[in-house]
């Protein structure tokens, strides 16, 4: 599994930003792809994933309580690709962001994804 993740650049507080990461190499299949960011001087932390069921509809996106009500996650089967929005974005998610994507159910933990994205920097100006 390749993953390419794209998006980032820098922004003002409360201004929004799309991140996309475009997943190649293999079917997928009960796969879960998360979204983790990491700030510097700080653990990678979970933002947000989704199930991806291959052929079209599957679980509801979960996020972080930091993020809910901000971000949203979508995929799009056709192209093999998960957004996230961001939106009211705030100085505190300065991060690289990550994508990553793992067999099996959802987990929160950066431990249990074996497949990772090269990351993509969302710098916030306030």
């Known amino acids: 599994v390749q993953l390419q993740a794209s998006g980032g650049g820098v922004v003002q507080a409360g201004n929004s930003l799309r991140l996309s990461c475009a997943a190649s190499g293999r079917t997928f299949v009960n796969v879960y792809m998360g979204w983790f960011r990491q700030a510097p001087g700080k653990e990678r932390e979970f933002v947000g994933g989704?199930?991806?069921?291959?052929?079209?509809?599957?679980?509801?996106?979960y996020y972080a309580d930091s993020v809910k009500g901000r971000f949203t996650i979508s995929r799009d089967y056709a192209k093999n690709t998960m957004y996230m929005e961001m939106n009211s974005l705030k100085a505190e998610d300065t991060a690289t962001y990550y994508c990553a994507a793992r067999i099996g159910r959802a987990n929160y933990s950066s431990r249990y994804y074996p497949y990772w994205g090269q990351g993509t920097l969302v710098t916030v100006s306030s």
């Open positions: 989704i199930r991806w069921s291959g052929s079209g509809g599957g679980d509801s996106p």
